[in-house]
C-alpha cells in the first residue's frame, strides 16, 4: 500500500532533475548561438551532443536528431571521441525509451570506440550505463559484473568519485538481490569514500541509500539514524528536493514501525517542500503515502480522494511506475470497499505496468492484492495460489515483512476452509518472521487467525493468549489518540493552505479593482474629449453602472472570503478547545509525572542502600574503583560484593531496561544473591549463577510461551581467595578482563590485545542470560591464579555502546579495551576520572543511551 523507499543511483544518464527542464531551455539557446558561431568541426561535435542532451532532459524529439548529426559529422573528419560520445548518448535515448537491448548495444559500440583511444573514464562510464540498463530490465547479477569492471577501472585511475559510485551502485543491486549484509556492506564502503572526500551531497545520498537498505531489512533504528544525519546535511546545503526524500523516508520508516501519527506528519512535511518546489513527482507519491495511512487507519473515503489527486497528476507526468503503484493501492482499497470487480480491474491494469517497467517487487505488490480479491469472494483455493506466488517473489526480493503477510493470509484462507492445522502452521510461520523484524501490524493480523484457529481446536490457553496479543498490538495501532493527532496535523496544514488561498484572493481583488477604475478613468477621458457634454454624461452613467456592477463582484468576493473566515475562525476556536483541554491534561499529567518522579527519587536512595558501601569495598579491595553512571534517576546496572568462608564474592550485572523496569529486575538480583550466598554458603561462581536463573525465571513467572518478555540480567561474577592468590569466574552473557605485565605467566585460550609490556585478556562468559532461554546449560567455571599488580575489570555494556564522537557511532569494545590497557599502571581513582572524562567528551551532546557500570580492582 505504499510507493516504494527509492534507491539513489549514482550512474550520471540515470539522475534526470525534473528541475532543471526550465534551466536547459537557457542552456538550449545558450548552446545553439555557440553553435552557430563556430567554425571548427570537433567543438561542433561536442556543441551538437551537448545540444541532443539537453534537448532530451527537455523532453523534445530534437534530441535524436542532434546526436545523429554529431555521429555524422564524427565519422566524416574522423573524431574517434566525437563518435564514442554520441554512441555513449544515442544508448542513454534508448534507455530513456525503455528500448534497453538497443542502448546496451550502443554502449557496448561506445565501449570499444573508447578503448581505441585508451580513454578509460569514457570506458568505465559506459559499463556503468550497461550496469544499470541491466537493473532496469532486472538482470541484477549482470548489473554487478559491469559494475565490477567499472569499479576495477575506476580503481586502477585512482577515481574516488567513480569508486564510491560503483560501490554504492553494486549495493543497490545486492539490496535488490535482497541480499541485504552485502548491500550494506557496500553501501558503507561507499559512504566511508565520501567522507574521505569531504562530499557532502554524495555523503548524503549514500546515507539515504543505506537508510534505505536497514530498512528493507527491518532495522528501523540504523534506518532512522541514517536518514536524520542525510537530512541535517541536507538542510546545510538547502537542497529541497533532498530535504523532501528524507522525509518521506522517514514517514516510511514510522510507517513500517505502525507510528501512524509520526508518519502523517513527515509526510505532510515532505508533500508541503514538494509543493513549494513545484515537484509534481514527489507530490504524487506523497499524496499516495499519506493515502496509506488513512487506509490503514480505515479512513476509505479520505484515502481514495488522495489516491485519485496522486493518479491526475501521475498520469499527466506519464510517471508508469507511479501510476502503477496507485492502481495497485486503489484496487486493494476497491477489495475492502467490497468492489471486487473494479479492484480486480485495477489490479491487472497494475501488473501489466509493473511488468512492462521490470518492477518485480510491484508484480508481487498486485499478485498479494488479487489474493485478497479472490479471498474476498471466497474462492479460497484461488487466494492461496495467489499468495504463493507473491511469497515466492518476496522472498526472491528479500522483503520479509511482504512474505510475513503473504504466510498469514495463507492460515486466513485455510482457516476459511476449515483446515485449522495447517492455518496455524502458516501464521505461525508468518507471525516468527514478523517478530523477527518487529512488524506490529503482522503481529496483529497473526494473533487474531492464531486465536481462532487454535479455538476452533479446543486449545483454548493457546487461543487465550493470542487473543491478548492481537488486543495489545491492535490497541497500540488502532488508538484514539493516534487518530487524534493525525487529525490534528492535517488540519494544522489544511489552516495553512486556507490562509495562503484567502491572502491570495484578496490580492487579486485588490488588483482588480484598481485595474477596472483606472480603465474607467481611461475611457471617460478619452470618450469626453469626443462626444462632448452629451457624451460626458452618457459615459458617466456607464462608467457608474460598471462601478456598481465591479463593486456587487467584489462585495459577494467579499462576503464568500468573511464567510470563509468565519469557517477558519470557528476551526481554530475548535483547535483551541482541544488546545486548551490538551493543556489541561498536560497539567495534569505534569503533576502526575511529579508525583512519580518523587517516588522514583524515593526509589533512587533505596536503590543505593542496598548496594554496597564505599567503606565495605575498601575493607576488601583497598585499590578499587566503581563507575556507576544511571541513564535515568534509578538504574538497571547494579554491583555486589560479599566475604564469606574466606572468600569475597565481586558480581556486577546489567539487567534487561534501564531506569523503573531495570531497577525491579537489580533489587530481585541484589536479593536472590544474598539468599543464595549469604544464607546457603554458595561460592562456586557456575552455581550460584545456575540458582539466580532458577529463582528469577520463578519470579517472573517464565514459561517460554508466544508473547512472553524475556527480561532477566547478564552478570559478570567472580570468587576470590587473596591468600591463595586464586580466582574462580563464571559468566553469564558478560566477559572478565584482566590485565597484567607481559612478562608474568600469561592465560590461555583468551583473547589478548597487548600495548607497551601489558596484555589484556579478555576471558569470556557464557552465552546465556541470567532469564529463561534457548540455551539453559549449566554455566562454566574459570579458574585462574592471580598475581599480585593484576588489573582486574567487570562491566555492563553501557560504555561501550553509547553513540557520539565525531561519527557519531559506537565508542565498541575494541577502543574500550584500548582505553583500560592504555591507563592500567595509574592509580585506580586516575582510571576512574579517566573514564568518567572520555565518556563525556565521546557523548557530546547525546543522549546516554543506557545505564553504565564499570568495577576496577587492582590485586
Known sequence: MKIRIAFVFFTVFFLMPFLLVAQENKLIDSLLISLENTFNDTVKVDLLNDLSEAYRIAKSPKAETYVEEALLLSEKIGFTRGIADSRKILGIQAFYRADYVLAINFFEKAINVYGDINSQSGISDCFKKIGLTNAYQGNYSEAIKNYEKALEIDELQDNKNGIAVCLNDIGVMYNYQGDHSKSIEYQKKSLEVCRNIGDKKAIAARLINLGASYDEQSNYSSASDCYLEALVIKSELNDSVGISMCYNNLGEVSNHKGDYALAINYYEKSLSIDKQIDDKNGIAISLINIGTIHFKQNNFDKAQSYYNESLAIAEKLGNKRIVANILNNMGELNIKQNKSKQGITNLQRAIELSTEIGDRSEVAKSIYNLGNAFLENRNYNGAIEQYQKASILHEDLGEKSKAAADYIKIGLAFYEMDSSNKSVEFCKKGIDLAREINSKENIRLASEVLSKAYAKQNRFQEAYQYSVLFKLTHDSLFSIESQKQISMVENRFELQR??????????????????????????????????????????????????????????????????????????????????????????????????????????????????????????????????????????????????????????????????????????????????????????????????????????????????????????????????????????????????????????????????????????????????????????????????????????????????????????????????????????????????????????????????????????
Open 498 to 859: 486556507k490562509q495562503q488561498e484567502i491572502e491570495l484572493q484578496r490580492i487579486k481583488l485588490e488588483k482588480q479593482a484598481v485595474e477596472i477604475k483606472q480603465q474607467l478613468i481611461k475611457q471617460n477621458s478619452l470618450l469626453g474629449g469626443l462626444l462632448g457634454v452629451i457624451g460626458v454624461v452618457v459615459l458617466i452613467v456607464i462608467g457608474y453602472a460598471r462601478i456598481k456592477k465591479a463593486n456587487t463582484i467584489i462585495a459577494a468576493q467579499i462576503k464568500q472570503i468573511e464567510e470563509t473566515n468565519e469557517e477558519l475562525n470557528q476551526t481554530n476556536e475548535e483547535l483551541n478547545v482541544t488546545l486548551e483541554t490538551n493543556i489541561q491534561q498536560k497539567e495534569d499529567i505534569i503533576q502526575k509525572n511529579k508525583e512519580i518522579t518523587d517516588s522514583i527519587h524515593y526509589a533512587k536512595y533505596i536503590q543505593r542502600a542496598i548496594l554496597p558501601k564505599e567503606e565495605r569495598l575498601s575493607q576488601l579491595f583497598p585499590d578499587h574503583f566503581v563507575m556507576y553512571k544511571p541513564k535515568n534517576i534509578v538504574s538497571g546496572d547494579f554491583y555486589w560484593v560479599t566475604e564469606i568462608e574466606g572468600r569475597i564474592i565481586l558480581a556486577a550485572a546489567d539487567c534487561t531496561g534501564h531506569g523503573v523496569p531495570g531497577a525491579f529486575m537489580s533489587m530481585l538480583g541484589v536479593s536472590y544473591l544474598n539468599e543464595i550466598v549469604n544464607k546457603e554458603y554458595i561460592t562456586h561462581p557456575g552455581v550460584i549463577l545456575k540458582r539466580l536463573r532458577k529463582e528469577i525465571i520463578h519470579a517472573l513467572q517464565q514459561e517460554g510461551v508466544i508473547g512472553e518478555q524475556r527480561d532477566g540480567m547478564d552478570v559478570a561474577l567472580c570468587s576470590f581467595d587473596l591468600k591463595a592468590m586464586e580466582l574462580q569466574f563464571s559468566g553469564a552473557n558478560a566477559p572478565l578482563y584482566l590485565v597484567r605485565s607481559k612478562n608474568e605467566e600469561s592465560i590461555e585460550g583468551a583473547d589478548a590485545l597487548e600495548f607497551g609490556d601489558q596484555i589484556l585478556y579478555e576471558i569470556k562468559g557464557d552465552k546465556m542470560p541470567i532469564a529463561l532461554y534457548e540455551k539453559m546449560e549449566r554455566f562454566q567455571l574459570v579458574e585462574l591464579k592471580i598475581i599480585k599488580g593484576d588489573c582486574i575489570y567487570l562491566f555492563s555494556d553501557g560504555f561501550a555502546d553509547q553513540f557520539g564522537g565525531t561519527e557519531k557511532k559506537r565508542f565498541r569494545y575494541k577502543a574500550f579495551k584500548q582505553l583500560l590497557i592504555e591507563n592500567s599502571k595509574k592509580p585506580m581513582e586516575e582510571q576512574k576520572n579517566i573514564l568518567d572524562s572520555t565518556f563525556t567528551a565521546w557523548q557530546d551532546g547525546f543522549e546516554q543511551i543506557d545505564d553504565v557500570l564499570i568495577v576496577g580492582i587492582l590485586v
